[in-house]
């Protein structure tokens, strides 16, 4: 009897130990936004973001809000993980004791801003000038934004 409860016993803890390990991570959605005044986009990957970003951008003065690049990064507790999100411009993630998070925005491979918050927190918009007719925005956030062709 005990032979044949081995094998079950073994299945189940196989089916459970890749669950466990993802379990373990936190996804975040990074998204890189230009706003401007044009009603054009400032590049032919530019999509419009959605009306639930575009209703969050609005404390900021620019006119339209275009989605130039997003990823998704899985950063396990007390890790980091750096992406590239434009030739100019990178966005790291550290998850640190007490459950906090710090976010690192890179200009040009240089430090240019570093906030911590609470892990909780769901939102992060950091940004800066492009030139006066447009700004770039990092958005780091835990809900998954809508796809490019799907904008709500």
């Not at 992406?83 to 459950?99: F, K, T, Y």
């Not at 890179?106 to 030139?131: H, M, S, V, W």
Request: proline fraction near 9%; glycine fraction near 6%.
């Amino acid at each position: 009897m005990k032979r044949s409860i081995l094998p079950w016993l073994l299945l189940l803890l196989a089916l459970r130990l890749p669950a466990r390990a993802d379990g373990d991570g936190i996804t975040f959605y990074l998204q890189l936004i230009r706003g401007t005044a044009d009603d054009q986009p400032p590049s032919p990957e530019a999509k419009p973001v959605g009306s639930e970003l575009t209703r969050r951008l609005q404390m900021f003065k620019w006119k339209n809000y275009w989605e130039i690049s997003r990823s998704a990064v899985l950063i396990e507790p007390g890790g980091r993980n750096r992406q590239r999100m434009s030739p100019r411009h990178e966005v790291e993630i550290s998850l640190v004791p007490a459950h906090q998070m710090t976010i690192s925005i890179y200009t040009d491979g240089k430090l240019t801003r570093r906030r911590t918050q609470p892990l909780d927190t769901p939102f992060c918009i950091a940004g800066g000038d492009k030139e006066e007719t447009q700004a770039w925005f990092i958005v780091v956030r835990r809900d998954k934004p809508p796809p490019s062709d799907d904008i709500d």
